[in-house]
Nanobody, 115 residues
Framework: QVQVVESGGGLVQSGGTLRLSCLAS????????MAWYRQGPGQKRELVAS???????NYTHSAKGRFTITRDDAKHTVYLEMTSLKPEDPAVYYC?????????WGKGTLVTVSS
């Protein structure tokens, strides 16, 4: 059974940087397509960024230019580096193994941005 655990959330000042990590179990991790989603207060869950098994990345408009998704297959880990954090970025950030349908979701990690 695949399990996903996010970490790295916390409080950061507006304009600051935070790196989220996502550890996923499973011997076939290198074949996993992965993604980060987020859900802000009173908002719908939305895609932030995705990365294929071969390292191809996609970003939503809000993330492009500020966030970077990477993967380390040896560590079974996907990262989301977030820079220039804005007041609209606070949310619970979820990591998803999109290789499977439905995807396998973690419990999320909370990001808070102070002005």
């Amino acid at each position: 059974q695949v399990q996903v655990v996010e970490s790295g959330g916390g409080l950061v000042q507006s304009g600051g940087t935070l790196r989220l990590s996502c550890l996923a179990s499973g011997s076939i991790f290198p074949f996993y397509a992965m993604a980060w989603y987020r859900q802000g207060p009173g908002q719908k869950r939305e895609l932030v960024a995705s990365i294929s098994s071969t390292g191809l990345t996609n970003y939503t408009h809000s993330a492009k230019g500020r966030f970077t998704i990477t993967r380390d297959d040896a560590k079974h880990t996907v990262y989301l580096e977030m820079t220039s954090l804005k007041p609209e970025d606070p949310a619970v950030y979820y990591c998803v193994v999109t290789h499977y349908n439905p995807g396998v979701w973690g419990k999320g990690t909370l990001v808070t941005v102070s002005s």
